[in-house]
């Protein structure tokens, strides 16, 4: 059995793809953002900002636009909330 990473704060990531993967390595609330989703999803931010709120949040995008996309909309949507952008 392998052991898996233990974090306190939630990981935002892309995709299920990325949440799957993730879940093999880290021991952590993973939420994805189903991709340009996240724009409409009005309980999914909300969630993040709560998130970012209390523990912090750690951003996992791709480095490409759609990802930096994503990522600016959440560093938008949480204001003063804790972020660690990987």
Known sequence: MKALIKLKCPIIVEGKYDKIALENVVDALIIPTNGFSIFKD???CELIRTFAGRDGIIVLTDSDSAGNMIRSYI????GDGKIINV
């Open 42 to 44: 009005k309980e999914k």
């Open 75 to 78: 560093k938008n949507i949480v």
